[in-house]
């Protein structure tokens, strides 16, 4: 799949297309509904589109909503795009699939950036605002035995992941595929700044999977 990025727009790199990869893999097709939170490029809607999936994608970037329309365009599918937080445009609304690959690169700042480029990556000084968000708010929104496909970095905890996405009352819960490798460009300029330990050479990206109760009658 090749996509046009307009300017100020996160180009996808190894992890979407890995996120991308495990949606194909998932084998959602005609007369399933996939929403796709910070989707950023649409990479990982267009995916599921391309499957055969009903599609949502939802950003907070005019300009991200705005690439999403013109590749769907170029590649003849149809993805609904609505602009927001995480969960706010679909409220009450299920979903077979819920993906994202969303900002999870720790920053010096507290909150989320407001306004630029650096809202496709930065998600305060853990790295998890927005992905604890997603966590604790995707179960309202999957259908019975719906999945839930995360991608994240090791360094923001793995396994507080897992912890909470049980919590919350999700099942199966598993990392489904891990690809070890160098620390990216965004995580050494915030190496730099101190948020990231000087030590850290490596780091782990991570596909977390997990399903939502099917009810026992």
Known sequence: MKLLTLPGVFAPISDSWMLADAIRQEGFGPGSQALDVCTGSGVLALTAAECGATTTAIDVSRRALLTVRLNALRLGVRVRTLRGRTFGPV???????????????????????RRGASRAWEAGQDG??????????APAHLQPGGVLLLVHSS???????????????????????RRRGP???????????????????????????????????
């Open 128 to 137: 998890r605002i927005v992905l604890d968000t997603l966590c604790d708010e």
């Open 91 to 113: 409220a009450g609304e299920r979903f077979d699939l819920i993906v994202s690959n969303p900002p999870y690169v720790p920053s010096p700042r507290p909150d989320v950036p």
């Open 183 to 217: 620390l990216g460009p965004l995580m050494r300029a915030q190496q730099a700044a101190g948020t990231i330990p000087a030590d850290v050479d490596e780091e782990d990206v991570v596909i977390i999977r997990a399903t939502a109760r099917t009810p026992r009658w």
């Open 155 to 177: 360094l923001i905890g793995i396994d507080v992941t897992l912890r909470r996405l049980r919590r919350v009352g999700l099942v199966d819960v598993e990392v489904r595929e």
